[in-house]
């Protein structure tokens, strides 16, 4: 047997050989010599090594060889002679990226529409139908909020259904006086007032009105406001007594006297439901306790409670309920009933509507 001479033994240096594995895999004969990249952490002293094979990327670190050495052994044909090369190690893996959700779903989509159940195929339809892009929503928020004024109408009591102060007219509870306990401005704002009395104009709204309340104002010098809270008050009675079958009309006008009222009247008093105008139950009690309020402002604070139950179809007790929600309450004149609204101001023990009643 032939003796080797070790002729020189060649330490790791700034280039020096890397033995590379991959991780699962190994290379055949049909392995060509590829180009590589090679990256030096001069502080951690440790070198990574990228190569892109058959279209994925492999990439790994030097292992650190802290118990032995890698030596090479390389030996010249002609003169016999041998070296030692010392070698790193690395071991290369196939590098995935983290952010394949949304492909993953979507295979996960198409698997389920050529292999899946009936049912399978309902629910994924269903969760693509439901992805909301963010994105989208934001800008069409913006796009609706940008024209609003910093200086609106607080409306939030208009939206609390479980609130007394939905079913009215917006009220000064503090206030020393009967009359400032609703304020006319508060209601309609001046320029509604007098748009509403020029689209009135010379007409005969009168005879248009529910006889009881023609016949409250038929022999009363009205101002403008008073005269408009009159219509306002007929025309929400009306609505009061309307079916839904009429109300989900196109076509369906609340106030044909004014355009101004009218479109006061469907905003306040009705709502859209699925691209179709509805009217739930407690927007028809908001539409009788604002008319009852009207009623009561321009009939110097009181009106007859037979009367107004008899009119409106209503038993006593439950008109004495919906009044003291208003502030006002039944008070007995002689042998006569009355809704009066007075100081103190009535206060109910308000609780959510469960029933037709509240």
């Given at each position: ?109 198409e698997l389920s529409r050529k292999f899946g159940s009936k049912k399978q195929k309902k629910v994924m339809e269903q969760r693509e139908k439901l992805k909301v892009n ?225």
């Amino acid at each position: 047997m032939s003796t080797l001479c070790i002729d020189e033994v060649y330490p790791k240096s700034i280039e020096n050989p890397l033995i590379v594995n991959f991780q699962n895999g190994y290379p055949t004969d049909e392995f060509v010599s590829k180009s590589c990249f090679l990256y030096e952490d001069k502080n951690a002293k440790f070198k990574s090594i990228a190569v892109d094979v058959c279209n994925l990327l492999y990439a790994g670190d030097e292992e650190k060889e802290d118990l032995g050495k890698t030596l090479i052994l390389a030996r010249n044909k002609i003169t016999g002679k041998v070296r030692l090369i010392e070698a790193g190690n690395v071991e290369v893996k196939p590098v995935i990226k983290h952010n394949l959700d949304s492909v993953l779903d979507t295979s996960r989509l198409e698997l389920s529409r050529k292999f899946g159940s009936k049912k399978q195929k309902k629910v994924m339809e269903q969760r693509e139908k439901l992805k909301v892009n963010t994105e989208t929503v934001v800008n069409q928020m913006h796009n609706v909020t940008i024209n609003i004024a910093e200086d609106q109408v607080d409306l939030s009591s208009y939206t609390k259904t479980d609130s007394e102060d939905f079913y009215i007219p917006p009220i000064n509870r503090e206030a020393t006086d009967v009359s400032d306990v609703y304020d006319l401005y508060k209601i309609l704002t001046k320029e509604q007032y007098e748009k509403i009395n020029s689209e009135i104009g010379n007409k005969d709204i009168t005879s248009d009105m529910v006889e009881w309340i023609r016949n409250i104002v038929i022999n009363k010098s009205l101002s403008t406001e008073y005269k408009v809270l009159a219509l306002y008050a007929s025309c929400l009675i009306k609505l009061y007594g309307t079916m839904m079958k009429e109300i989900i009309k196109k076509a369906f006008c609340a106030c044909p006297h004014s355009p101004t009222l009218n479109e006061v009247i469907l905003n306040n008093f009705t709502s859209y439901v699925n691209s179709k105008r509805n009217r739930s139950l407690q927007l028809k009690d908001k539409s009788l306790c604002h008319a009852i309020v009207f009623l009561l402002i321009i009939n110097d604070f009181k009106y007859s409670a037979e009367d107004l139950g008899k009119h409106v179809n209503m038993a006593l007790r439950t008109l004495t309920t919906k009044v003291r929600v208003l502030g006002a309450s039944v008070v007995t004149s002689g042998s006569k009933k009355i809704v009066q609204l007075k100081l103190p101001l009535s206060t109910s023990m308000f609780v959510r509507r469960k029933s037709a009643k509240f």
